[in-house]
Nanobody, 123 residues
Framework: QAQLVESGGGLVPPGGSLRLSCAAS????????MAWFRQAPGNEREFVAA????????YYADSVKGRFTISGVRGGSSMYLQMSSLKPEDTAVYYC????????????????WGQGTQVTVSS
């Protein structure tokens, strides 16, 4: 399995920006989709965005298109989520995940998960 570590969460005012990072190690290949999910208190875990690092192909949830940008070094094992125009409803624990296969679009189950990093959008 892959081991995943997220970082970069914190407190930010509405309209502000934040950048999250995720590093993968262990059994990971750049051809496997890598994604951000989030979970707010009382809600189910929600897909945010995914990237295939072998070529930089990306996929976004409608709720974050135009505000969030997922990126990473081509062929590498780390990805980033640049969040801008943040809203209170973006408040959640953000998780890094890896899909252990070649499926694209990157929908369905993900096998490996990080511990999460808290993002709080509040004035």
């Amino acid at each position: 399995q892959a081991q995943l570590v997220e970082s970069g969460g914190g407190l930010v005012p509405p309209g502000g920006s934040l950048r999250l990072s995720c590093a993968a190690s262990g059994r990971f290949y750049s051809s496997w989709p890598m994604a951000w999910f989030r979970q707010a208190p009382g809600n189910e875990r929600e897909f945010v965005a995914a990237i295939r690092l072998m070529d930089g192909e990306t996929y976004y949830a409608d709720s974050v298109k135009g505000r969030f940008t997922i990126s990473g070094v081509r062929g590498g094992s780390s990805m980033y989520l640049q969040m801008s125009s943040l809203k209170p409803e973006d408040t959640a624990v953000y998780y890094c995940a890896v899909k252990g296969g070649l499926a694209w679009p990157p929908i369905g189950e993900y096998e490996d998960w990080g511990q999460g990093t808290q993002v709080t959008v509040s004035s």
